[in-house]
């Protein structure tokens, strides 16, 4: 550790820190555009210059290392003269296109610029333009605009270090020096649209939620993708119940400061319910009902077949439900109505990938297509194997009076008629749906539900860790969450009350569902950070609103840049 | 999975078309001839790393083929283990590495502060214009000359100095520009 | 001065000088040989050598004159380093405009290097040297080529070098064309196969260098220098030159309007005028107007500033140059110093290496300035603008030391030169930038600044 005095300030950092590091945790905005805790130091954009005493050269503060007794003069005059000059020199070319730039709002030009820039502009030479490389395609999800670029190189160091496919390049030198990939070459990896977070400006922007909405009119919700059990921590942003994107939500535990495009570009996939009200279909006919009617009608048919045979009764939970909901799926027909089999089946999914430093190997895997599995199980729920009753169903061994479906996409296997067909076989399916699919075209009571955006919960990761996910939009006016339906169901046992909430059921199972011990619904534990103003700079979260300890993942940065430089450089 | 940085354009629509700073296709499959192998292999053995041999690779690239095509940056890179992408960096980079195929003489005009003083922006100039009002690195239309504009050859004492591939020639000036044009066959 | 014999440049005349016959036989090798043996005695040692070369006083070539003994040092000693091989570099990535005395040295008299750099190797214990040559010394590249050829055939290197049991490689590596690449630490990039990005220092590349291994990186004539320091001693070397701080012989690079152009050897400090006189005077006989001292990144001086300047080190120094690579470009009374300054400033606009923020969009912005006011659309306003944008990117605004050499010319040659600058804005077409806007005229302005970008 060095004792650091910034502007008067003393702070104890980690002795790996760099000064731009312990100017933060001093609580001093360093403006910067280059840096990043993740990423290797290259000190080229000039904008962190600060003065330290003894040391005749003004300096960018990440490349000085910290050094114990060190004094930092970040905001005397000669240190806001040089961010000035390296702010004037920045504008000379930046295009004057804010207006139309998706990056307004959130863009570290505008800020810096704020911060540290002068009120007029001096030059009046023709602005540097690119002409064949504004706004284009480089991949399948960014767009590239390179009148806008600032040199800072974070994207060709996040290709190089992070996903390690090296697409992008510094092509030409000086002042015609850009971001380019190889000519017939795209960028495309698996986090490509990463680049475009990390890029301060706009010069990479995503094609998805490129003029969808201005930045500063979203509402953000923290939650957790459900593509894969590695459950990135993500900030649904939103507004007027429509869902425009994803960001990734800083968790030094789990998805560090990235996600994939696969768990990104699911965000549109959020908006819009094929259904607005229960469906009832007999002979051949479907019938919009209300939830009343629909609900009883799947006690009746329940109740008629436990009478009969317990084992007669089939529940289909799925590793997509928040674990309060598999909870209460599990205590109402294992507990209560005594149906012998209720389990869920995960699907294997492609292979999701991220980057942590902080996990052995570097890499946390995401195998399951689900968020939830352990949840699931933990709830009670239980892991469907060889012999489990679906096997059995699908291969005619086995046909349940009632096909309890708590998600109609619990396994990408519903797209697939045949399938669809043996689930049929059951004389009553009911289905909890959203989309229309060939599983909810069969069903003999559809109950419409609503999306990931439109409820809250918990999941278990692939780490073990739960994570909370919260309420972005409300749902259409008539469509329930799944644990509303599933309260609504109890009731009619007598066993739930519709008031509860996800919370009131988190604190109800927390004491007997494995792992849930001892947490707090309101902790950040649970919660995870705040989204940030701006996926640019999205550590800003951990340094300024002190949510984590700020030397956390100063320690953090230090430890992966040392880890790099063992690890020899590239 | 997605295929990273080899995902061929064709399969992304909207790509852009080669722009002016990217590397032109030269359309065919590239690979060194024995002779070029050698020397490569050769190369190989003077360095600790693979990729210390960038700069040298592609110049045996450039002395077999004239110039660094596409289709040259991924023959390179896939020799060295590195991206096409960097390689392409590298190669814009400098300036000595052609990137589209040049003259039978390419001529170099120095025209930095020695040479500056001693005119040689105008002898620059006058010899463009008299093999066609070529372009800055324009080719004049029989494949003969291409002219382009250099920094400091290090021959200051013989400004304006002038490099012809890799021949240096001394004092080229208005009086003796017909001459030496003359002797370049 | 007249009793001064030639030392680097000796042999430059002799007929086959590059070869190694005419080498040994003007007693080339003698100090390898004469270490080489020693080492085994005892006599010499690494630590000897080194010792010789500090106390000869031997300051860089390259630009910045730093002591090159202790320069070698800095090398982290073996207990420390562990199994990190050591690199020595030659720099004759010479490409300082102005700059031609490494080119000549290469060309005339390779093995000189050859020698210089065995010689380094043994006291850095080095077993890799390489020379990076610039890319646009074909024939030179060539000429050293075969002079390693040579030396491995004649067991002057390789694996046991003349049965002493030590190993020694030498490779040419030819770059691409950057200037930059004369960067130290760019050169150590462009050698590792990179884009020619100078370094962020410290680790300085004593330290950790090419391969993140100790590196040292010297100029083509210090290493010359060293080979005629284990020749004849450091006392003889240090009794060259004007005083304890600025030794030995020195290669001077002469061009612009003088009557014989060329590199000229002299002692350490010469003045100006003599110099000057050796040249054959100026063209025409026409009078000095001004100098630069040091190759285009030196701050110019007047002709009356210069003519009594020694030149070394602290003597143009103390004139508030510097002598940089001995690079010095004399113009005269019809020169136009705007354009000239415009040239140079081009010059720098292309050879940015592009990292860092101020230099790459200072540079190419001082040049768009220049460009409008000799084109006659300048205003007197852009006088003290082009000294404030000069002013605002160099003293450690970059990683390097680039633009602090493009800021140079610039920053002397306005205070120095006002009134030509002036005359230019007096004489514009253009009644300034808001005038001009007014008048609709601003778009022509810029298709012509915007001309040449690409040059």
């Known amino acids: ?403 309890y479906v708590a998600d109609a996409e619990f396994t990408s296997r519903v797209s697939d008629p045949k399938f669809v067909e043996a689930l049929r076989r059951a004389k009553t399916l009911v289905v909890h749906g959203r989309r229309t699919n060939p599983l909810t075209e069969a069903a003999d009571v559809l ?53 509860w909430t996800a919370r009131a059921v988190f604190e109800r199972m927390k004491g007997t569902v494995p792992g849930y011990a001892g947490l707090e619904w309101d902790s950040a534990a649970l919660a995870g950070s705040d989204p940030s103003a701006s996926p640019t700079s999205a550590y800003d979260v951990l340094l300024e609103r002190r949510l984590s300890n700020p030397a956390e993942i100063l320690a953090s940065a230090a430890e992966a840049r040392g880890a790099r430089a063992a690890g020899g450089e590239k | 999975m997605s295929g990273g940085a080899n995902t061929p354009v064709e399969n992304l629509p909207g790509l852009p078309p080669v722009g002016e700073h990217g590397a032109l296709s030269c359309g065919k499959e590239l690979s060194f001839p024995p002779a070029a192998e050698a020397r490569f292999q050769k190369l190989l053995t003077r360095y600790p790393t693979k990729q210390a041999a960038l700069l040298p690779t592609l110049w045996i690239a450039q002395g077999e083929w004239g110039w660094i095509s596409r289709e040259a940056v991924d023959y390179v890179a896939t020799r060295l283990g590195l991206s096409s992408a960097f390689v392409w960096g590298v190669v814009t980079f400098y300036t000595m590495y052609n990137r589209a195929p040049v003259g039978r003489h390419l001529i170099q005009f120095c025209t930095s502060i020695s040479c500056h003083l001693n005119g040689a922006e105008e002898v620059f100039h006058a010899c463009r214009k008299k093999l066609g009002d070529l372009k800055p690195g324009q080719t004049s239309a029989d494949g003969k000359f291409t002219v382009i504009e250099v920094e400091c050859l290090a021959q200051c004492d013989k400004a304006p100095a002038v490099m012809v591939n890799g021949d240096d020639h001394a004092r080229i000036t208005l009086d003796n520009l017909d001459a030496f044009l003359s002797e370049l066959k | 001065m007249s009793d001064f014999a030639p030392v680097l440049s000796a042999r430059f005349g002799k007929k086959n000088s590059s070869a190694l016959a005419t080498y040994v036989a003007d007693g080339g090798y003698e100090s390898w040989k004469k270490v080489l043996a020693g080492s085994k005695t005892g006599e010499w040692t690494p630590a000897k050598v080194t010792d010789l070369v500090k106390a000869s006083g031997l300051r860089g070539r390259g630009g910045a004159g730093f002591p090159t003994g202790m320069k070698w040092t800095f090398v982290p000693p073996k207990e420390k380093r562990g199994d990190k091989p050591v690199y020595l570099l030659c720099n004759a990535d010479e490409s300082e405009p102005g700059t031609f005395k490494d080119r000549i040295l290469i060309e005339k008299d390779p093995h000189q290097i050859l020698e210089g750099m065995m010689l380094a190797s043994f006291a850095l214990d080095v077993k890799h040297a390489y020379i990076y040559i610039r890319g646009e010394m074909v024939h030179g590249a060539e000429i050293l080529n075969a002079a390693i050829d040579e030396a491995y055939a004649a067991g002057l290197l390789g694996t046991n070098v003349l049965g002493s049991g030590m190993a020694l490689d030498l490779t040419v590596h030819r770059g691409g064309g950057a200037y930059i690449c004369g960067e130290e630490t760019a050169l150590i990039e462009s050698l590792e196969g990179k884009r020619g990005h100078p370094r962020i220092k410290p680790p300085f590349p004593a330290v950790s260098g090419v391969w993140n291994a100790p590196t040292v990186v010297n100029n083509v004539e210090t290493l010359c220098c060293v080979k005629h320091i284990l020749d004849r001693g450091a006392d003889w070397f240090k009794g060259i030159g004007r005083n304890e701080r600025n030794t030995g012989p020195k290669l001077y690079c002469v061009s612009g309007h003088v009557e014989k152009p060329g590199v000229y050897e002299a002692p350490m400090g010469i003045p100006f005028r003599d110099l000057l006189a050796m040249c054959g005077g100026m063209k025409g006989g026409r009078k000095v107007k001004a100098v630069i001292p040091g190759g285009s990144s030196a701050p110019m001086l007047t002709g009356d500033e210069m003519m009594d300047v020694p030149l070394d080190f602290d003597g143009v120094a103390a004139a508030k140059s510097m002598l940089g690579s001995a690079a010095i470009i004399v113009m005269d009374e019809t020169t136009d110093i705007p354009k000239a300054v415009t040239n140079i400033a081009k010059f720098y606009a292309h050879e940015s290496c592009g990292q860092c923020t101020p230099c790459r969009e200072g540079t190419p912005w001082l040049h768009k300035m220049l460009k409008r006011i000799v084109a006659g659309q300048g205003k007197k306003a852009d006088i003290e603008m082009l000294m404030q944008v000069a002013g605002q990117m160099g003293n450690g605004m970059t990683i390097c030391v680039f633009a602090d050499a493009a800021i140079a010319p610039i920053l002397s040659a306005i205070p120095k030169f006002r009134e030509e600058f002036e005359a230019y804005v007096a004489k514009s077409a253009s009644p300034g930038f808001e005038q001009a806007a007014a008048a609709g005229i601003t778009s022509e302005v810029a298709e012509r600044t915007a001309e040449g970008m690409h040059s």
């Open chain 1, 1 to 403: 550790m060095a004792k650091v005095t910034v502007d008067g300030r003393t702070v104890e950092v980690p002795g790996t820190a760099n000064v731009l590091e312990a100017c933060r945790a001093a609580g001093v905005d360093v403006p910067h555009f280059c840096y990043h805790p993740r990423l290797s130091i290259v000190g080229q954009c000039r904008m962190c210059m600060v003065e330290i005493e003894g040391v005749p050269k003004i300096q960018a503060s990440c490349t000085v290392p910290v050094r114990d007794g060190m004094v930092v003069l970040a905001s005397s005059e000669k240190a806001l003269s040089a961010r000035n000059a390296t702010m004037e020199f920045l504008l000379i070319n930046h295009p004057l296109d804010c207006p139309i730039c998706d990056q307004a709002g959130e863009c570290k030009l505008q800020d810096n610029a704020v911060a540290a820039g002068l009120p007029v502009s001096r030059t009046v030479e023709p602005r540097r333009q690119f002409p064949g490389y504004d706004r284009t395609d480089i991949g399948p999800h960014v767009i590239a605009d390179m009148t806008r670029c600032i040199q800072c190189t974070r994207c060709i160091r996040f290709c190089n270090e992070i996903s390690g496919t090296g697409e992008l390049s510094l092509i030409e030198r000086g002042g015609h020096a850009f971001v380019w990939t190889h000519e017939g070459k795209a960028l495309d990896n698996e986090w490509s649209a990463c680049a475009a977070d990390v890029c301060p400006v706009g010069a990479l922007t995503t094609k998805e939620f490129r003029f969808r909405k201005r930045v500063w009119w979203l509402d953000k919700a923290k939650s957790v993708c459900d593509g894969c059990e590695i459950g990135c921590n993500i900030s649904i942003e939103h507004r007027d119940r429509t869902v425009y994107r994803f960001l990734p939500r800083v968790n030094l535990a789990v998805n560090d400061f990235w996600m994939c495009d696969y768990g990104r570009f699911r965000a549109e996939e959020l908006n819009g319910n094929d259904f607005t009200r229960p469906i009832l279909r007999a002979g051949g006919k479907a019938r919009e009902t209300h939830w009343g009617e629909a609900l009883d009608a799947v006690k009746a048919a329940v109740d008629a077949a436990v009478a009969k045979d317990p084992a007669s009764v089939l529940v289909l939970g799925s590793a997509r439900l928040a674990t309060e909901e598999s909870w209460l799926l599990a205590q109402l027909f294992k507990g209560t109505v005594g149906a012998s089999q209720v389990e869920f089946h995960p699907d294997l999914g492609p292979e999701r990938k991220i980057k942590n430093p902080a996990v052995p190997g570097g890499w946390l895997v995401g195998r399951e297509a689900a968020p939830n599995s352990r949840g699931a199980e933990a709830a009670g729920v239980a892991r469907a194997g060889k012999g489990s009753a679906l096997a059995r169903l699908l291969d005619g061994s086995y046909t349940p009076e009632v096909l």
């Open chain 1, 447 to 499: 109950l419409p539900v609503a999306s990931l955006a439109g409820k809250e919960g918990t999941f278990v990761n692939v780490l073990g860790l739960v994570q909370r996910f919260q309420l972005a939009i409300v749902p259409p006016p008539i469509v329930r969450t799944d644990l509303e339906v599933l309260l609504h169901l109890g009731k009619r046992w007598g066993v739930f009350d519709p008031q």
